[in-house]
Every structure is written in C-alpha cells, then in structure tokens.
C-alpha cells in the first residue's frame, strides 16, 4: 500500500490543525496535488496559503504563503509571511519562520514553523499592548538595570489525552532543543512530557505546544528549581508507551514528586 509523501504528510497535519472554512486555502491545482501525493506517496511540489485564525500581528491578521519543494523536507520549504503590520514586524516573523526551518536538519518542518510564528506573533502582540499601559518611569528604570544573574531552571509537566502524530512527535523533539529544554516526552494514550529549561524558554515551548491544537492539552505541574538541571539535555522521546519507564526516569531525576502529583498520584 502507498503512503503519503513527507510534504503531503505535512500539508494534511496542517490542515487538520486549521479546520476552521477559510483557514487553509488551497487552489484547484494545489488541491489536486495534495490528494495525488496523499494516495500515491509520489514527491512532488506542494503549495497553499495559511489564513491563521485568532492571531494578530499589531493589530493586524497574518497569512503564510506555502511552497513545499519536491526535496521536501531534505530541502527547506519557501514560507513567506503576509500582514498589514509595519514593515518591522512583518520582517521579524519573517526572521523566525526561516530560522525554525533552518534548524530543522531535514526533517519535516512546517508545523513547527507555523507554531514558531505564532508564538512571536503572540509575543509581540502582547508586548505592544504592555508598552501602551506602560509608565514612562518604570520603562527607563528597567532600561538602566544592571547585568541579569543566569535564570534558574523550572520543570513543567504536560499532559494530553494523546500523542500519535509523527509530526507532532517531531515538533516536540526539535522544538525543546531549539529552546535548550531537556526532559522526556511519552507518546500514546495519554501522552506526556516533562520540560525543563527557563521559565522563558519553557513558556515559548508551552505556546508553541498549544499551537499544535489537541484534542486535550494541560499544565499538570510546575516544580522551581536551581541553576542545575536534572533533566537530561536536550529532551528525548521515551521508548513504548507504558507509564513504567517515564516514572522511573522521573525517580532518577530526583522529579517523581512532580510527576506523581501531576498525574493524582499518591506520594510515597
């Protein structure tokens, strides 16, 4: 039986994560590509345009002009940023999608690349509208503060009522050593993933976590930590998808605590 070729395997998760009419736009001969590749598994280019829903960008809406090579993913796909936003700002979105790509070594990019733009698009939204509210005072006071001591580590656990994609999987593996996180992720039913790195960092990861869109995605657990990790870097995907494993790790972690409340366990 014929499988789906990469770039098609992508577009379709894609599609899947942007259900909503309107979102995921493809043209007749985009469409006709797409249903060729998903039946035959024949490389070939693919293309479409991404109308992400509920994101802005200074205020104004942001698409993502799709173009997947037929090298696709051994090749970079060409993914151009749209928006009425100032120039700016539309040319660091820009930035961020082709570095996510960049990093992606020739393995299948283009969830992780969309969840990476939204995230900054998130990001620099929110900041535009804490630089309204800001006092002036408080803004030059931060500005002339002195050198910031190393961030200490944070583990997060998250849970979800599963982790089955090939894609996702992937976008959580390379996404947490874009970011310098470490820990272990579980797929299957329920599927689940241990974090640690910087708050920063681990608050870019949860957003570019929650962009993939599940069926059942939560925070179970945050544990504060020192400057030391006591996860292993860069995370790592554990092996089957028996909880057994994940809590041993865990235990030797010195993270059991975390992981048995997070998922209502009793503490020993």
Same mark, same amino acid.
């Given at each position: 039986?014929?499988?789906?070729?990469?770039?098609?395997?992508?577009?379709?998760?894609?599609?899947?994560?942007?259900? %909503? #009419?309107? *979102?995921?736009?493809?043209?007749?001969?985009? %469409?006709?590509?797409?249903?060729?590749?998903?039946?035959?598994?024949? !490389?070939?280019?693919?293309? !479409?345009?991404?109308?992400?829903?509920?994101?802005?960008?200074?205020?104004?809406?942001?698409?993502?002009?799709?173009?997947?090579?037929?090298?696709?993913?051994?090749?970079?796909?060409?993914?151009?940023?749209?928006?009425? +936003?100032?120039?700016?700002?539309?040319?660091?979105?820009?930035?961020?999608?082709?570095?996510?790509?960049? #990093?992606?070594?020739?393995?299948?990019?283009?969830? *992780?690349?969309?969840?990476?733009?939204?995230?900054?698009?998130?990001?620099?939204?929110?900041?535009? @509208?804490?630089?309204?509210?800001?006092?002036?005072?408080?803004?030059?006071?931060?500005?002339?503060? /002195?050198?910031?001591?190393?961030?200490?580590?944070?583990?997060?656990?998250?849970?979800?009522?599963?982790?089955?994609?090939?894609?996702?999987?992937?976008?959580?593996?390379?996404?947490?050593?874009?970011?310098?996180?470490?820990?272990?992720?579980?797929?299957?039913?329920?599927?689940?993933?241990? #974090?640690? /790195?910087?708050?920063?960092?681990?608050?870019?990861?949860?957003?570019?976590?929650?962009?993939?869109?599940?069926?059942?995605?939560?925070?179970?657990?945050?544990?504060?930590? /020192?400057?030391?990790?006591?996860?292993?870097?860069?995370?790592? %995907?554990?092996?089957?998808?028996?909880?057994? @494993?994940?809590?041993?790790?865990?235990?030797?972690?010195?993270? @059991?605590?975390?992981?048995?409340? +997070?998922?209502?366990?009793?503490?020993?």
């Amino acid at each position: 039986m014929n499988s789906c070729s990469e770039a098609a395997e992508d577009l379709l998760a894609l599609q899947a994560c942007y259900p %909503e #009419a309107g *979102a995921l736009v493809l043209t007749p001969a985009e %469409e006709q590509a797409l249903v060729l590749q998903s039946k035959t598994g024949l !490389a070939g280019e693919l293309g !479409a345009t991404l109308h992400i829903p509920d994101v802005l960008a200074s205020g104004e809406p942001i698409s993502l002009n799709i173009s997947l090579p037929i090298a696709y993913p051994r090749e970079w796909p060409s993914l151009t940023v749209h928006s009425a +936003a100032p120039r700016d700002v539309t040319a660091e979105l820009q930035a961020v999608v082709k570095t996510t790509a960049e #990093a992606s070594q020739g393995l299948p990019c283009l969830l *992780a690349c969309v969840a990476a733009l939204v995230a900054a698009a998130q990001d620099l939204q929110s900041s535009t @509208e804490q630089q309204k509210d800001e006092n002036p005072v408080e803004a030059d006071a931060r500005s002339v503060k /002195g050198p910031e001591s190393p961030d200490p580590m944070c583990c997060r656990l998250f849970w979800f009522h599963h982790i089955k994609s090939l894609t996702k999987r992937k976008v959580i593996v390379q996404e947490a050593k874009n970011l310098e996180i470490g820990g272990f992720s579980k797929p299957g039913f329920p599927g689940v993933i241990v #974090a640690e /790195g910087s708050l920063a960092a681990l608050e870019g990861y949860t957003a570019t976590l929650r962009a993939l869109r599940w069926s059942a995605m939560a925070v179970r657990g945050e544990e504060a930590g /020192g400057l030391t990790r006591r996860l292993p870097l860069p995370l790592r %995907e554990v092996a089957g998808e028996g909880m057994g @494993e994940l809590a041993s790790l865990c235990r030797g972690a010195g993270v @059991e605590a975390l992981f048995l409340s +997070a998922l209502k366990l009793p503490t020993v």
